[in-house]
C-alpha cells in the first residue's frame, strides 16, 4: 500500500509504487515536443489505467492569437470512469492567476512563472505547476479543450504520477471547481447613483448569509483546502474610496443554518491586513495586485487561501461563501476557483459559462 507522506522528513522513508509520466513529447525522438489544439476541439492529454496518484502537472501553452486563452482554455479530469468532471476549471485560474493575466506566483501546491514581458500581460506565456495530490483507484483521464476561437499552436505538458497495486480505501477524490458571478448584486442597488457613501452603511446587518457570494456548495465526506478569488473592483461610490476587502467569510458545515465559522473580512479571510499588499506566500497572499502602478486604471485582485494546515473538515455537505462587500452591498465581478477532496460521487456542477462568459471586464 502506498504511503502519502511529503516532506523532507519523509522522504527517508521507502516508497511502494512506480513513477510515471504522459507528456507531450515528440514521439519520433525530434523537438517537436507539443500538441496543436484547435478551435472547439479536445485533446486528451492523460488516459491512465488502474490505481495511481498524479503528484505533478506542468503546462505551458502558445496561443499568439488569443488574448483569452487562459480563460477560453478548460482544463477537466475524470477519476475512476466518472462521466462528470471532477476538475473543470479555466487553464490559468486553475493554477491561481485571475482575470485572464499571465503573472509568476510561488503558493505551496501552485506555482506560476512569467517572463519579465509578459508579467501581468492579458494573455501572456507564463508557465504553470500544480502539486496537488490527485489519487485515483482505477483509472484517471485529463482532457484540455479550447473554446477559443484561435489555434493553440504549442501545448506542453506534463502528467507525472505514481502507479500502485492499489489505492488504499480510505483515499478522497481531488475537485476543483469555477465559477463567476458577473456582477454580483449590491442589496441596496447602485449607492453611486443614489449618491449612498458605502462606508456609511458598515452597521448593516448580514447574519444569514443568503446574498454571500458563493465559492463552492458541496455534498459528500471531504474537507475543503482552499481557493482563490478574483475581483474587479467596478463599483465606485460618490467618493470613489470602495474597496470589496469587508467581506466576510462564512462557512456553513453538514447543512447548518446559521454558518460555524465566521471571518471578519475578505483580506482578513486572505491572511493579510490594513488592506490586500502585492506579496504571495506558501499558503496565503496575492497573485495578481489591484494596484498596479504601471496600469493604474486596472481594479483586478487575485488572491488565495489554502488550507493545507487547517483544512475545514465535512460529513455530509459544505458551503463556502464569503460576502460581496459589506453585507452584500457592492456590485463587482467576482470569480473564483475552489479545490477540495471529498467522497465520490460528487454534487453536480454549475454550468460552466460559455467562452465569451469566462472573458475578463477590459481595464477601465
Known sequence: ?????????????????????????????????CWSVEPGATATIADIAGAGCIT???????????????????????????????????????????????????AAPLTTVAP??????????MAMNSYWQMPFAKGARLTVTNDGPAPIRSLYFYVDYEEYDRLPDDALRFHAQWRRENPTQGIKGDLSAQGINYWSLMSEPNL??????????????????????????????????????????MVFIDGEKSPSMVGTGSEDYLCHAWGMHP?????????????????????????????????????KSLLMTIEHG?????????S???YWYQTEPHAPFPVLPDAVARRPRPDR
Not at 502506498?2 to 525530434?30: E, I, N, W, Y
Not at 519579465?116 to 506565456?125: A, F, I, P, S, V
Request: with cysteine; net charge negative.
Open 279 to 315: 506579496q504571495g506566500y506558501l499558503y496565503a497572499g496575492t497573485s495578481v495586485y489591484e494596484h498596479d502602478p504601471e496600469r493604474p486604471t486596472r481594479k483586478k485582485q487575485t488572491s488565495y487561501r489554502f488550507h493545507i494546515m487547517d483544512p475545514i473538515m465535512f460529513e
Open 116 to 125: 519579465k514581458g509578459d508579467e501581468l500581460k492579458l494573455g501572456g506565456n
Open 208 to 249: 444569514d448569509g443568503r446574498e454571500n457570494y458563493v465559492i463552492l456548495a458541496a455534498e459528500g465526506r471531504g474537507h475543503f483546502v482552499g481557493c482563490n478569488l478574483s475581483v474587479d473592483n467596478i463599483d465606485p461610490t460618490p467618493d470613489g474610496l470602495t474597496w470589496w476587502g469587508e467581506g466576510d467569510d
Open 336 to 338: 473564483s476557483t475552489a
Open 1 to 33: 500500500m502506498p504511503h502519502f507522506a511529503s516532506s523532507l522528513k519523509s522522504l527517508v522513508l521507502a516508497r511502494d509504487g512506480r513513477t510515471r509520466r504522459k507528456s507531450s513529447c515528440d514521439v519520433t525522438g525530434g523537438n517537436h515536443d
Open 326 to 334: 459589506h453585507a452584500n452591498l457592492q456590485s463587482n465581478d467576482y
Open 56 to 106: 505533478h502537472l506542468w503546462f505551458t501553452v502558445s496561443c499568439p492569437d488569443d488574448r483569452y486563452y487562459l480563460r477560453h482554455t478548460v482544463l477537466r479530469a475524470y477519476w475512476d470512469g466518472e462521466e462528470t468532471p471532477s476538475v473543470e476549471v479555466p487553464l490559468g485560474d486553475f493554477f491561481n492567476i485571475g482575470h485572464g493575466l499571465a503573472a509568476s506566483n510561488a
